[in-house]
């Protein structure tokens, strides 16, 4: 939190005061903080770790791997807790917080792409998991999912979850209401030539539909085709590879950001931010027929709908080719109590055997290549999805996924230009402002 | 204490001439039954959604009766283990009545100090409380409280949300009001003939007094510490949160889920109503005595 | 409740029995001086005390911390002197809180006090089940702050909102997206204060009121003076001292506001796409919780408090023009 001298002089002030707290009041009683218990050296007594996570619906994908977790290890309890949907904006923040304020944090937590930047410049909050010989895991992964999850002083402190890949998802019965095709390899070529297509094929929709939107909201297309153009652009987004700020020049935000614009300006989005309660109510309310679904995304979707939707989604291809958005890491923060159990914990989470348990729970591509290679993935199906071969629509790409590089403020600027994408959508942006102020918000976030 | 509510110029008028100000005409009537109706609305809209499934909370037209699942989601609050819901509301007790407590005192003990008793400086300090009343400390120091905090390592415990709260000036400011009023001098003065010493007076004359001053003080910080939100949201950790904390993370981490929120939302409010309702004329009769005498 | 203290103040109570500065040599006699001494220091201690530690420090603190730069998360500090400041006073974000939560707090203090008047008025009148109505207008108090926020943002929904719903019937027909403008989210806000506090406040004017003496409403009717004119003639300057109490709890209260537009950004610091509902406090915690830039938002705590100072100083003198002067 402070640097050593400061906390030297506070720790100073703060023992005087804790004397002088003494004499006039004796209320701790009040304490059932944390704090309290004991260290982790008793090794037969029961132990609880817990398991932080983000995103909506069943994001992560791990229940069933959880609960597996806690029948084999009778005497180490995990406690699963999702604690919101928005990284960004609540998650990331607050687990910083807790981070540096060295209470808070769980035992393993999971970070997003846009916090790894962050988390590898800060070694001073994780666990190096070396320490507990989890260097073993290194052949299981991809080269550049294993690097991610090695800090700035060498070393290894966070083991990658899943990868992203792109789809899109769509609702069938939306599709035929509005006499569009309703089979995926048809849907998928009504758009094969680009987002053009997928435009034209949105304002058909528009045309027959108009208690729907095509789309859910400007952030979600533009995240996917940002994905797809960081590709084409040097795999960079915000930030180049010596973290300057590149906002303003990269061609691959700025050609984003015109056709998140153009079709959110053209009416086709339903003006949902994701993430947030009305774009969870929209599942629900049938608001929006299309959005863009990496592997993870299958997850959000279904748990956020529920089963009243079932069978009514689908999975098409996405239009301009493949991307890779999102995917995470597991890391165990320096705080835990019990490190040695948190680095199990975490390993196993991330083991093939386990993200595949979390690839049939929500979707989410496995990031090991035992994994990727399993043919129960090759040939898997979703149920959810209308039996969609989500095994083939995911698979080819899954191992030529380039690793985008983020920056270190990523998310910091992520969220900033976000809201001014949702500030145009909404219409507080004025649209011949949006660039500028677009430009301007990821300049001061990252100033 | 219920003096008051019954001793208004309404009931000692004899006169129901038609010049009356006092009548109340059915235009204020309509008017004062609407504004109850208002005041009731919200929360009676929370149990309705709080009875109801998830489909109905986001119905056109909304609902307005209640359904028949308010028993299975109260259960699934309950067993909702990440929203820490029993923790915060045992926690908000834990922490509202010690921070209640202890302003009472402190604020009896100074308000005596600076009603009734003669000491250097006593205007001087008096005015600094009243100067400090207006600093909204746990917003303007929540930077170095928070720094504090961490150094002593009491992030994430109710320590935390505790002490910042310990001191109050507006408690302080209303019991010297309060005592001055309550207290007439020429009591303590006897006392002290008697020989009494300083905190045998506090004890035998100030304290039976202004009991029910200490009692409107006592009301209002609760409800103010029972609402308190954001230094708790900063300190605080969802395994260990109050009350609010805890329907803030349920939000959070349960967003599609609108009924287990309001479910969650109802069982934090409904203690609180369900002693206004019960000791509701005490607490009106109480509010305005205080509210007159200080 | 008066502020008047001062003037209490006035007429000093009889001076403590002064023990003779000849030397008594009983113990008991010592004890009791010392005891007349030192018993109100003891008696104020806690308080000073505790502001001590939770008050004064963190005062002084804050103005040290706001001279340094710190990095992002963890990042080292360093001292900067009052740089802070001048960016923040160039800093359009900062200011556009400023102005929303101004904005908020007279959309919602200005509607309250006038309306917890006629509440009190009504209430003031000789009516059957006054205990019902009292109770009545009190209940929102005793819900949280939290609730009442989530209810209140349900209600306010886009799509599926009572309120927009209730709105059709008047003939709007585009439902109103309360969050993504600064007038609607505004208005949305300050209902959600005014419902919680109105009642209390008109309860504690109802209290004034009835300590006014009856004779001068009688005197004024003989002399024919409408509801109307005696409210203006005599209630109001009557319960002066009221209402600046009112108005001094609100403004704090105003300046300082949370919980509401945080839950109705669904947790979030940045009170909507272009800030359009972030207030100052909310900005203090962006800044320090979300983007760990302690040393910007201790600066702004401290233009915060100066900011309560000149409210508070603005409606004092507004306030005592209002009233009449006497």
New interface residues.
Partial sequence: ???NM??GK??A??SV??A??G???A?????????ASGSSSAAAEKITL?LQTFG??TNFGYKAAVEKWNTEHPNVQV????????FE??YW??M?????????AGDVVGIDEGGMG?AKA?P??FTDLGEYGLQSRQADFPAWKWENGVNSEGKLFALGTDVGGMSICYRTDLFKKAGLPTDRDEVGKLWSGGWEDFIKAGQQFQGKVKDAKFIDSINTIYNVVLSQEAAKNGNVTYFDKNQQLIVDKNPAVKTAFDLATKMSGSGLTA?L?NF???W??G???S?FATLGCPGWMLGVVSG?A?D?FKGKWDVATVPGGGGNWGGSWLAVPKQSKHPKEAAELASYLTSPEAQLLAFKEGGNLPSTIPAQDNPELQSATNEYFNNAPIGKIFGPSIKSLQPIFLG??HA?VK?EVE??L??T?????PADQAWQKFVEAGQ?AAG | MTAITQAGPARRSGARSKRDPFRATPLTKVALGFTVLLSIFPIYWMVIIASRTNRDAVDVPPPLLPGGNLGENVQRVLNTEDAHFITGLVNSLIVTSTVTFSVVIISTFAGFAFARLHFRGRNLLLGSILITMMVPLQQMGIVPLYQLMVSLGWVGTLKAVILPYLLNGFGVFMMTQYTDQAVPDELVEAARVDGASTMRIWWNVILPAVRPGMAVLALQTFMLNWNEFMWPLIVLSPENPTVQVSISFLTAAHSTDYVLIFTGTALSVLPLVIVFVAFGRQIVGGLMEGAVKA | MSVNLHTQRADPAPPPPRPGRHQSRSRRRFWSQLDLKAAPYFLISPYFLLFAIFGLFPLIFTFWVSLQDYGLAGGDASFTGLENYSKLLADSDFWNAVVNTVGIFILATVPQLVLALMLANALNKRLRGRLFFRLGVLVPLVTSVVAVAIVFTQLYGRDFGLINWLLEFVGVEQHIDWQSAKWSSWIAIATMVDWRWTGYNAIIYLAGMQTIPKDLYEAASIDGASPRRQFWQITLPMIRPTIIFTVFVSTIGGLTLFAEPVMFASNRMDGGATGQFQTIAMYIVEQAFRNFDYGYAAAAAWLLFVLILLGVGINYLFIRRIGGAK
Avoid: H
């Fill in positions: 939190m402070m640097n400061r906390r506070m720790l002030v703060a005061m804790t002088a707290l004499i006039t009041t209320c701790s009683s009040g304490d059932t903080g944390s704090g817990t909506g619906g406690k699963y807790n999702n604690l919101t949907d928005s904006n609540v923040p607050q910083l917080q807790w981070l540096q304020s060295g209470t808070g962050l800060r001073q909050f003006k931010q947030t309660d009305g969870n109510t599942f629900v309310k608001q956020t529920g009243e270190e403020k910091q969220r809201q001014v949702n500030g959508e909404q219409g507080s942006v001061k």
